[in-house]
């Protein structure tokens, strides 16, 4: 009797655990839509190096947001809050299959950077904090995450980090992209310690905004992507920028390599935060499937 119960715990067991290695992440998937036709979906594709990438500054000016939003594939669209466009263009991302975030302004170390009236800084107080990201995720329909605008000063802070990741976490399923404004950024580490899906950028196309620097960080970036299999890039809305990827974007298929949306480059990396009620569920049980083994 005691044989037959042990086996059948063991059983149980080893499906709840086997499903619970299978489950979906749960950050959002990217809408299917007209323009994000991800270079992903024949099954032999699933094997090519995958780049990410994020459109940053969004909702600030019309007609370069409307033309970033052109842009073919799974680009996905950051919006600054509280701008101009942002409401009525991030809808507009997100029926033509575009990846939404929320670009949220984090204080920054230098003195000189434009004020910015909802910005998150080491000195507001906890529930003024959580106002001002409410109220930034509110003025962004449809958002799926959340990545760093400036910030190399808070994202350098373990406690506000940790402070922001639990915050998104009760939001529900947000991930975070940390924008690495400065090498010392805590931000993707704090994420990760904290169960939020996570992943790091690893280019920023236009720090030179001039077309053949972005050229040549283009090139890096399929190179990244090549020898590491993903890699993660941001841009901003800047004519050069548009220019090099309204004629690049079309060629990554010959190429060799796919576009993915955030969410599905921060699965391939394993960033990805599984269901945690499943999660603790296996790990009860898992005591139970060594003992009926004995």
């Given amino acids: 009797m005691a044989a037959r119960h042990g086996g059948w715990l063991a059983a149980v067991s080893a499906a709840l655990l086997a499903g619970c290695a299978g489950m979906p992440t749960t950050i959002k998937p990217p809408v299917a839509g007209k323009l994000a036709t991800h270079l992903d979906s024949a099954p032999a594709q699933q094997t090519l190096p995958a780049i990410g990438l994020i459109i940053d500054d969004l909702g600030e000016q019309r007609a370069a947001g409307e033309r970033a939003l052109a842009l073919p594939g799974a680009v996905a669209c950051a919006f600054l809050p509280h701008t101009p466009h942002a409401r009525r263009q991030a809808r507009h991302a997100r029926e033509n299959g575009h990846e939404v975030l929320l670009h949220l302004p984090l204080e920054p170390e230098s003195p000189r950077a434009s004020p910015i009236p909802t910005r998150l800084n080491r000195d507001s107080g906890r529930p003024e904090l ?23 000063l808070l994202t350098q802070s373990a406690a506000h980090m940790d402070w922001l990741m639990a915050a998104l976490r009760e939001r529900g399923s947000l991930y975070f992209v940390d924008s690495r ?9 704090r994420a990760r310690a904290e169960g939020v899906a996570a992943a790091a950028r690893d280019v920023f196309l236009d720090v030179d905004a001039d077309a053949d620097a972005v050229r040549r960080q283009w090139q890096r970036l399929l190179r990244l992507a090549r020898r590491r299999g993903s890699a993660l890039a941001i841009g901003h809305p800047y004519p050069s920028t548009l220019e090099v990827l309204e004629r690049e974007l079309p060629r990554l298929a010959a190429a060799g ?5 955030p969410s ?16 603790r569920l296996a790990d009860r049980l ?4 060594v003992a009926a083994g004995r």
């Fill in 264 to 279: 599905e480059l921060i699965r391939i990396r394993g960033g990805a935060v599984r269901d945690p009620v499943r999660l």
């Fill in 130 to 152: 959580r106002r001002r990201l409410d109220a930034a995720l509110d003025s962004v329909p449809h958002a799926a995450g959340v990545n760093n605008h400036q910030g190399s």
């Fill in 181 to 189: 404004t400065t090498p010392r950024s805590l931000a993707y580490a």
């Fill in 286 to 289: 898992a005591p139970l499937v």
């Fill in 257 to 261: 390599v796919r576009l993915v949306p």
